[in-house]
């Protein structure tokens, strides 16, 4: 007999609250990102929702508990190319990492506070790597009074900052963009990659590589040539002083060696991605273990793998078994570490060996103990929207509505939350996100779409939405809207679109495109791309365009959502942080004075001090209540939850509850 207390979807009480969202770390990103290692430690980021999003540094010395190296009011991390990444670095010297409030270089020295390398000046640094025949740091800087004579951006430069003296010294220089600067094992040569305008770094990069003269300046250096357009990624050197990287000349991002005298060697064959685009800087996919062995991870069909390859012939040996999610390597001492989440919870540093994924290091608590029966496990679809081939299939993650205690009433079907991913060049998984889970376990359904162009599919897929964006995404979010109501996973008349950023624009333009959703919910998405290609950052100055397919303003207008919000006649809730500089509050204020002005059911919450992507646990627990207000006050759901009420103008008086 069924115990489960009877009550609609969406009013299911539940124990998952968003002040718990906000502060429990949601998955490898937000608390063990980006590991490096000294041999006989290993060190990462970890964010600090409660203290204003910070990142601390932490170390593990392989026994004991972690160490926070790095405390408040420090904060490691940086601006360069917006997105950020690569902001530390591990030395014999001590912690070397980029301070975000003013952008310096500063030495954290073993029982010392951080001392600063750099002086101020309007300058950002980013992806560090170690001189240790000359006593300093290389690394990408950016100028941005430098904006050079097409006035886009920051000038960008590869510069060495000596430990001692601080003096700098330009290495590279004169081309739009540089990352990944990698000194070899002998410290006779540095290798860099390099991009220009309209480029993005998954569309095509140059490899170089150069010898150090005896003042420690560069030779003339050596590029990559291989035939056809690819896309190169995380150099690395081999303990001999070989020369490796990721490249996605067969379709799917595998290893490659290159030496002088020779074209670039394919090394691995896996038919999937050990690569993702690279919007951040310091990405680590694979790693040497040693001489002969690698250790990487890759995606195939939507799950995630850890495996070694032969360094010469690629054979791969020891593949884990699937798992949700995988995001960095490092090794250490013969011993390789894997950060990554599965679909419970169980997140944080993994050791890989033997094939197998063992947790060291939990980056969560206890509290998902008296919550893991009400977890919603993530259920694969397919979907075909248009076609039959591998680039015109659509994937999503649908997740049920799931509570122990409660069941819905008969016949019902649950309202649902179609959320969209960003960039748009990224992807969703399915590892545990505690903000979903907020959903599910209060009777909402959310299906987490994939659409064609995401990544982790390969360079034909992920091209997929080129020239098609605002088109291709908006056909599949209808697909997966209507394919799971004909399954009866949902009910389709209360489904609410949803999505940040690039996920934001999509959201836009299938509300203004269709009258399938009955409301949507904007965080930071575009709303006017001609307005966007005007003040948008110089990184992704003329990614738009190639999105778009056409650099006319004509099309630019066609496209924009802003230009159809008359088809608009669906309630929006708009999110937006005043600092964004990615896309700016502009952005919002635009969609939202319009739909002001024809007195359209819409809301609009700003945070102050806010970028690209909320990290502040007020803001995080915020968004979350005012969404389920939101949501609630749309469907007349007469929610009990002591949240503070969302005001909705122009909802036909209709009263908060």
């Known amino acids: 007999m069924d115990s489960k207390t009877q009550l609609p979807f969406g009013l299911w009480p539940s124990s998952i609250s968003a002040g718990l969202c906000a502060t429990f770390p949601e998955g490898p990103s937000s608390a063990i990102s980006q590991p490096l290692s000294t041999g006989d430690a290993i060190y990462w980021l970890s964010a600090r929702p409660a203290e204003g999003g910070r990142n601390a540094i932490m170390r593990w010395d392989f026994g004991g508990r ?4 790095l405390a408040a009011p420090w904060d490691a991390r940086t601006r360069v190319h917006e997105y950020g990444g690569g902001a530390y670095l591990p030395t014999a010297h001590g912690v070397v990492f980029s301070h975000y409030a003013d952008n310096r270089l500063y030495i954290l020295e073993e029982g010392s506070t951080p001392r600063p390398l750099t002086t101020i000046g309007p300058y950002r640094y980013a992806d560090l790597t170690w001189d240790i025949a000359r006593n300093r740091i290389i690394c990408v800087r950016e100028d941005t009074e430098n904006t050079g004579t097409d006035n886009l951006g920051p000038r960008a430069d590869i510069v060495a900052i000596g430990i001692g003296s601080g003096e700098i010294a330009i290495l590279v220089s004169g081309w739009d963009f540089y990352s990944n600067p990698q000194v070899s094992p002998d410290a006779t040569e540095l290798c860099w990659l390099c991009w220009n305008h309209p480029d993005m770094p998954w569309d095509s990069t140059t490899l170089c590589r150069a010898r150090f003269k005896p003042d420690g300046s560069l030779g003339d250096h050596q590029a990559e040539v291989s035939e056809g357009e690819q896309s190169r990624l995380q150099p690395r050197w081999s303990p001999s002083g070989d ?10 991002w595998n290893v490659y060696r290159w030496s002088r005298q020779s074209v670039a060697k394919q090394i691995t064959t896996i038919k999937g991605e050990v690569g993702a685009p690279a919007w951040l800087l310091g990405d680590s ?5 040693d001489e002969k062995t690698i250790v990487l991870i890759y995606t195939s069909a939507g799950y995630w793998h850890a495996a070694r390859a032969d360094a010469l012939s690629g054979e791969i040996i020891n593949v884990s078994a699937p ?6 390597v490092v090794t250490a001492d013969g011993r390789a570490f894997v950060t990554g989440g599965d679909e419970h919870g169980r997140s944080g540093l993994y050791e890989y060996a033997d094939g197998k994924l063992a947790l060291a290091i939990p980056a969560g608590d206890s509290t998902l103990e008296n919550i893991i029966d009400t977890l919603s496990v993530a259920q694969p679809l397919t979907i075909k929207p248009n076609g039959d081939s591998a680039e015109d299939i659509c994937h999503c993650w649908f997740y049920p509505p799931t509570n122990p205690n409660y069941s819905p009433l008969p016949g019902e079907k649950p309202p649902a939350i179609i959320e969209f991913h960003g960039g748009p060049t990224a992807a969703s998984w399915s590892m545990l996100k505690l903000s979903r889970q907020f959903w599910t376990s209060r009777g909402f359904a959310v299906l987490d779409v994939n659409y064609r162009g995401s990544s982790g599919r390969g360079r034909k897929y992920r091209n997929r939405l080129y020239g098609s964006w605002g088109l291709v995404d908006v056909e599949d979010a209808l697909a997966a809207l209507r394919h799971a109501a004909d399954l009866g996973l949902i009910d389709g008349k209360r489904a609410v679109i949803t999505g940040a950023s690039a996920g934001g624009f999509t959201t836009l333009a299938a509300l203004t495109s269709s009258t399938a959703f009955a409301a949507g919910i904007n965080i930071f998405g575009v709303s006017d791309l001609a307005s966007l290609c005007a003040a948008t950052h110089k990184f992704e100055r003329y990614y738009v365009q190639r999105l778009i397919g056409d ?11 802003i230009e159809h919000i008359d088809r608009l006649s669906v309630p929006l809730l708009t999110l937006q942080g005043t600092e964004d500089k990615i896309v700016p509050p502009s952005q ?3 969609i939202v004075a319009a739909l002001q002005s024809r007195g359209l059911p819409c809301a609009y919450l700003e945070f102050a001090g806010e970028g690209h992507g909320f990290r502040n646990a007020e803001t995080l627990s915020r968004v979350l209540e005012a969404s389920l207000s939101f949501c609630a006050q749309v469907f007349n759901l007469p929610i009990s939850e002591n949240i503070t009420p969302l005001e909705i103008e122009n909802l036909h008086g209709q009263r908060a509850p």
């Open 66 to 69: 972690p160490e926070e190296i």
């Open 243 to 252: 020369l490796y990287f990721l490249g996605d000349r067969d379709d799917w």
């Open 285 to 289: 996919h694979w790693r040497f273990v």
């Open 323 to 328: 798992h949700a999610y995988l995001e960095s």
């Open 551 to 561: 650099n006319s303003d004509a099309e630019l207008q066609l496209r924009s959502p």
């Open 588 to 590: 919002a204020h635009i």
